[in-house]
T-cell receptor, first 118, second 112 residues
Framework: GAVVSQHPSRVICKSGTSVKIECRSL??????MFWYRQFPKQSLMLMAT?????????EQGVEKDKFLINHASLTLSTLTVTSAHPEDSSFYIC??????????????FGSGTQLSVL | GESVGLHLPTLSVQEGDNSIINCAYS??????FIWYKQESGKGPQFIID?????DKRQGQRVTVLLNKTVKHLSLQIAATQPGDSAVYFC???????????FGIGTKLQVIP
């Protein structure tokens, strides 16, 4: 199946710093990528939908100025957590939609990034 | 509506038995449903999907049942193995993968 690479897998940072997470579709082009956040023992909560070449669409309650999303190419989307605070500590997961297969359209997930803010 | 952050229910089954994981979805406009498996510290892995014009779909050792009347989805795993231990999420979408919303999830524990 298609591969989505997410980097870094784990990051520890100081409060007030910014952290960038990358999501790459390795063997397909993704016009749409999604960013999720997951707290321990809870479900994935959609944060935003990232569209190549246009502004991301954020879910209600997600601060767009805090979680900056850039989807500059068909294979790369980035999520930057600005001025991170301990409450931003979470598992962040990206996914990319492979729309090239027609009825076999699928959503593929990265391996996630564990962010710990001290 | 969106799923809320609740702690995961747990299902314990004996190795070799069949497992049934249930899910109630919220949006009557959803027309596409997916089951994912998530192992600890990893991203979700696609298991099987079903469109709203079907009520049953079978894969290898897995079957998904859809009851649109009561907005209920189930995942059946035959001959459950220790490697099936993970958290299972149902997800719903309308109009393809325009927006995929995840359910609460169920932790499956397989007892050897």
């Amino acid at each position: 199946g298609a591969v989505v690479s997410q980097h870094p897998s784990r990051v520890i940072c100081k409060s007030g710093t910014s952290v960038k997470i990358e999501c790459r579709s390795l063997d397909f082009q993704a016009t749409t990528m999604f960013w999720y956040r997951q707290f321990p023992k809870q479900s994935l909560m959609l944060m935003a939908t990232s569209n190549e070449g246009s502004k991301a669409t954020y879910e209600q309650g997600v601060e767009k100025d805090k979680f900056l999303i850039n989807h500059a190419s068909l294979t790369l989307s980035t999520l930057t957590v600005t001025s991170a605070h301990p409450e931003d500590s979470s598992f962040y997961i990206c996914s990319a939609r492979d729309a090239s297969g027609g009825t076999n359209e699928k959503l593929f997930f990265g391996s996630g990034t564990q962010l710990s803010v001290l | 509506g969106e799923s809320v952050g609740l702690h995961l229910p747990t299902l314990s089954v004996q190795e070799g038995d069949n497992s049934i994981i249930n899910c109630a979805y919220s949006n009557s406009a959803s027309d596409y449903f997916i089951w994912y498996k998530q192992e600890s510290g990893k991203g979700p892995q696609f298991i099987i999907d079903i469109r709203s014009n079907m009520d049953k779909r079978q894969g290898q050792r897995v079957t998904v049942l859809l009851n649109k009347t009561v907005k209920h989805l189930s995942l059946q795993i035959a001959a459950t193995q220790p490697g099936d231990s993970a958290v299972y999420f149902c997800a719903e979408s309308s109009g393809g993968y325009q927006k995929v919303t995840f359910g609460i999830g169920t932790k499956l524990q397989v007892i050897p």
